[in-house]
């Protein structure tokens, strides 16, 4: 099990985003990207008030357990998972969201090579999509210190990635992606590609789903050190992206609780609830309609734990009962409308 240790007290006000940090052997560039995050900070493009930081050390061998508390340890809202071993960053990363608990969450690679300056613009994308990747192929977009062989790769992998996969957007692999959170946890609960292609596999679910997406053009830079060459193992790019179209027919089913005869209202209502301590773990857990008068709480990243100590609570008021939610059948509700989406909050 991992290691989560939270180095500070948080403030009184609750965080609204949290961004989590993979870090696999990244003591060497930790500092370097906290540079650039304190720069967003001091710019007022990054307010350390109301976001929460989360460092996964995704097996480190180095001192990167070292350098995260002493680089992020001074801010209000910071938390270090420690993984046992390298399991890989869709893993590290998936390891984050599943204790994330600010309606949107995001996640950046631990050099910041996408300027922290952006994250106002994916916030303000989520106010009218579900997922914002950023892209340096738009216009407006900037690459500093970018060679011939970086976009070549970049291109190759995204003609793969169409042609593989049927994915169709400027830039699967942008180092920055951001979520309204219920969605976050569906989509990474769904998915199991741990390797370099799992951010293709996010979006392949997204569109089965219908899913918005919105592309955000940013300023990249090329810090050096990167362990991503994909062009040097071709065979292993291209086994990554069969795995991610192979996934979607071993999708992880959630567990869910459908509470019947309540409305929408109610049922996110209920789930912001403090006095029931279980659904304080599942405040940011997907909702969606479910047969004709009823709702569908899906707890994923959630262990069983929590599904059974809230189905007992719930058992006690409301009319309910436990199943579990394939993939297919929240296809069949394309697109899907989570009940607890920023969109969702406004309606109601």
Not at 230 to 256: K, Q
Not at 293 to 299: E, K, Q, T, V, Y
Request: charged share 25%; hydrophobic share 40%.
């Amino acid at each position: 099990m991992p290691k989560v240790r939270t180095p500070r007290t948080p403030g009184a006000q609750p965080p609204v985003l949290t961004l989590v940090i993979p870090a696999f052997n990244e003591g060497a560039r930790l500092e370097g990207g906290r540079k650039r995050l304190g720069k967003a900070i001091l710019s007022g493009a990054v307010d350390p008030d109301s976001t929460e930081f989360i460092v996964v050390n995704d097996g480190s061998n180095d001192d990167t357990t070292k350098k995260a508390h002493l680089l992020f340890g001074d801010l209000p809202y910071f938390q270090l998972i420690e993984l046992p071993s390298n399991v890989g960053k869709g893993a590290a990363i998936r390891a984050g969201m599943s204790i994330a608990r600010t309606p949107l969450v995001a996640f950046a690679d631990a050099d910041m090579a996408i300027d922290p300056e952006h994250i106002p613009q994916f916030v303000k994308a989520l106010e009218d999509c579900e997922v914002a990747i950023g892209s340096r192929r738009l216009d407006g977009s900037r690459a500093e210190a970018d060679t011939k062989r970086r976009r070549l790769e970049r291109r190759t992998f995204n003609l793969l990635v169409r042609a593989l996969v049927g994915v169709h957007y400027q830039d699967t692999q942008c180092g920055f992606k951001a979520f309204q959170t219920p969605v976050a946890r569906l989509l990474f609960h769904l998915a199991s590609t741990d390797g370099f292609a799992f951010d293709v596999e996010l979006l392949n679910i997204s569109d089965k789903l219908g899913l918005r997406v919105s592309e955000v053009p940013v300023a990249w830079k090329n810090v050096r050190g990167s362990r991503i060459r994909p062009l040097s193992d071709p065979i292993s790019m291209a086994g990554d992206l069969f795995e991610a179209r192979l996934s979607l027919h071993r999708a992880n089913a959630i567990s869910a609780i459908v509470i019947r005869d309540v409305n929408s209202e109610d049922v996110t209502d209920l789930t912001k609830t403090a006095s029931i301590p279980s659904l304080g773990a599942i405040s940011t857990c997907p909702i969606v309609s479910w047969g004709e008068h009823g709702a569908a709480i899906l707890f994923a990243l959630c262990p069983p734990s929590v599904v059974d100590s809230t189905l007992e609570l719930l058992n006690k008021k409301h009319d309910v009962g436990r199943i579990e939610i394939a993939l297919a059948d929240l296809e069949r509700k394309r697109p899907l409308k989570l009940l607890n989406s920023r969109e969702s909050a406004r309606r109601f």
